[in-house]
C-alpha cells in the first residue's frame, strides 16, 4: 500500500458525459501528478500541482482539468468524453517536486466509455 | 526532450533464468532514473532510482546502474521467480524547466515466468 489513495476504482459511462477522478496523497506529500496510461499511448503525464498550485502540464486535452485542494486532496475533471479517453487514470504523490524525490502511485481508476 | 526506450517484449523465463531488461534514455542535465513495477490489477510500484551517475539501485534482488556515458540503466536479476511475473516500467524525472518533476516513462516490458 502506497498511502496514495483514488476514487473511484471503476467508472463506466457514456460518450459526451463527465465525470471526476478523486486522490488523496501520501501524509505530507505536498506535490500531486495526473498520469493517463493507454494501450497505445503507455504512460502519458497530464499534469502537477505543488501545494495548491498549477505547476507543470504535459499532454492534458482542453476538455480535461485539474485542482488540487487546500487539504491537498486532487481532483481530475474530464468533460465531453470520448471513446478514445478509455483509460487507466493514476495519480501520483511525491514529499516535494525535485528529480531525486520518489513518486508514490495509487491504485488507479480504471475509465470505461461506452 | 526526454524520453525511454526499453527493450521490445513479452519477455518469457523459466524459474531461477538470469533477468535483463535493456533501458536507455536520452534528456539534457542530470536526471534521476527509476524502474517500477506494475502487477496484474495494480498501481505502480517503485522498484528502485539512482540519482547520479555510477549510482546502483537495489531492491529484492533486482539491480539497475546508472551508466551515463551509455545512456543506460538496465534492469537486471541472477534468479527470477514466478511471482515476479509483471510490467516493468524504466522512467527518468528530470528538474527545471517545464519538466518540473514529471516522470517519463519506457513503453513497458512484460514479464512471465514459468514454473
Given at each position: ?15 459526451g ?8 496523497p ?14 497505445d ?6 499534469i502537477?500541482?505543488y ?64 | ?36 513495477v ?61 519538466s ?16
Amino acid at each position: 500500500d502506497s498511502g496514495v489513495t483514488q476514487t473511484p476504482k471503476h467508472l463506466i459511462t457514456a460518450t459526451g458525459q463527465r465525470v471526476t477522478l478523486r486522490c488523496s496523497p501520501r501524509s505530507g506529500d505536498l506535490s500531486v501528478y495526473w498520469y493517463q496510461q493507454s494501450l497505445d499511448q503507455g504512460l502519458q503525464f497530464l499534469i502537477q500541482y505543488y501545494n495548491g498550485e498549477e505547476r507543470a502540464k504535459g499532454n492534458i486535452l482542453e476538455r480535461f482539468s485539474a485542482q488540487q485542494f487546500p487539504d491537498l486532496h486532487s481532483e481530475l475533471n474530464l468533460s465531453s468524453l470520448e471513446l478514445g479517453d478509455s483509460a487507466l487514470y493514476f495519480c501520483a504523490s511525491s514529499v516535494d517536486q525535485g528529480r531525486r524525490d520518489t513518486q508514490y502511485f495509487g491504485p488507479g481508476t480504471r475509465l470505461t466509455v461506452l | 526532450g526526454d524520453s525511454v526506450t526499453q527493450m521490445e517484449g513479452p519477455v518469457t523465463l523459466s524459474e531461477e533464468a538470469f533477468l535483463t531488461i535493456n533501458c536507455t534514455y536520452t534528456a539534457t542535465g542530470y536526471p534521476s532514473l527509476f524502474w517500477y513495477v506494475q502487477y496484474p490489477g495494480e498501481g505502480l510500484q517503485l522498484l528502485l532510482k539512482a540519482t547520479k551517475a555510477d549510482d546502483k539501485g537495489s531492491n529484492k534482488g533486482f539491480e539497475a546502474t546508472y551508466r551515463k556515458e551509455t545512456t543506460s540503466f538496465h534492469l537486471e536479476k541472477g534468479s527470477v521467480q514466478v511471482s515476479d511475473s509483471a510490467v516493468y516500467f524504466c522512467a527518468l524525472r528530470n528538474a527545471g524547466g517545464t519538466s518540473y518533476g514529471k516522470l517519463t516513462f519506457g513503453q513497458g516490458t512484460i514479464l512471465t515466468v514459468h514454473p
